[in-house]
């Protein structure tokens, strides 16, 4: 379930002149900004954005670009455009990403977003970069991370219990030869469907006393290895891996801001409140305590805010 707090009809256009009343002046409102952007949703976002437009001939997101900086600005940004065109600018980053991709976002995005959001991603992708994810894929990666890196995927919901019997039986013989990069890996893992995958990892649970995770951590420092673990954990359960995102995102020296915003925007319109139960339950302290122990100021804010923070 979703943390963000919205009304049910709120103006655009009187959000609009509020937006731009906040950007104008000696000093930025952040706080209006927060209040109005942080209680709206995806398609409350996309009307303020359009008024603000035809109001004042300019682009909002731009002129929210111009007025903030630092973590708090990156957040608002990518928070205040549409889903898809938000993953775009993660997956962007992420391939583009010096001196190697961030193969986490990739995987996460292409493991845990439906068929028809993968569908509206690769859209906006070739619109807004003017080539398609493939092509920047391919130029950036390279191997076996590029080949573990699909975007593909079977949308179907039938399972066949006897192919994932042997597909379990694959992988198993496959990994006990250290063979993590072989074709049929890669196959299995990136091309059937989410729950055809489900059943084949129950069935290689079942049938040799221990999940395929645990056998995939002999090198941590391997790209490839690490990549396709993280797709495993993104698709039997996502809310477990996020939480595990954002504990570590804490726990790290300095905060991981990026992965901390990262979680928090793409999910509290969907599912945050599962993974604050999570992490409950796993830190013994809410996760609104620890993301205000460890941000500050308007960054704070906005963060509690989409998690639900009442003013």
Known sequence: MATLICPEHPSPVADAEALRKACQGWGTDE???ISILGRRN???RKLIRQAYEDMYQEDLVKRLESELSGDFEKAIYRWTLDPEDRD???LNVAIKQLPI??????VEISCIRS????LAIKRAYQIRYKHSVE???AQHATGDIRQALSVYRYNG???NARLASSEAEILHRVISEKAYNHEETIRIITTRSKVQILATL???KDDYGTSITKHLRDDSSHEYLSALRTAIQCICDHHKYYEKVVRCALNKPGTDKDSLTRVIITSAEKDLKEIKELFQKRNSRPLEHAVGKDTSGDYKAFLLTLLGKED
């Open 88 to 90: 775009v600018v993660l």
């Open 157 to 159: 919901e039938e399972i």
């Open 202 to 204: 129950n069935h290689f």
């Open 42 to 44: 995806a398609i409350q």
């Open 31 to 33: 706080k209006a900004i």
């Open 135 to 137: 092509e920047d894929l």
């Open 101 to 106: 991709l961030d193969y986490r976002v990739i």
């Open 115 to 118: 068929h028809e959001e993968l």
